[in-house]
């Protein structure tokens, strides 16, 4: 499997769970968020809460900073962007009907 398909999977894998789509939501609205923050929100146990800021940022849907021992997530919109458009090339240089796609 190409580089390419690994960086795509691990987009859309990220994005196929409902905790981190409301997760990405939060961040959304709020811009920047402390990491425990997030938890409090969703009621998340902070394994869970890590594990899901992680997958996130590993895909490069998220970002983060470190203020002494906090962690601040915020949306890394380049990053989400640069996946987005590189998916969308690959369709097209794939020479798929997008169409045909729905």
Not at 94 to 99: E, T
Request: proline share 0%.
């Amino acid at each position: 499997m190409s580089e390419e398909n690994n960086k795509f999977i691990t987009f859309f894998k990220a994005l196929a769970n409902e905790e981190r789509i409301e997760i990405v939501r939060l961040l959304k609205k709020n811009d920047e968020m402390f990491a425990q923050d997030v938890e409090k929100k969703f009621y998340l146990e902070q394994s869970t809460t890590s594990h899901h800021l992680n997958m996130l940022k590993r895909a490069g849907i998220t970002k983060s900073r470190k203020e002494g021992r906090k962690v601040f997530y915020s949306i890394d919109y380049d990053s989400f962007k640069e996946m987005w458009i590189l998916f969308g090339k690959a369709i097209i240089d794939n020479n798929l009907n997008i169409k045909n796609l729905s």
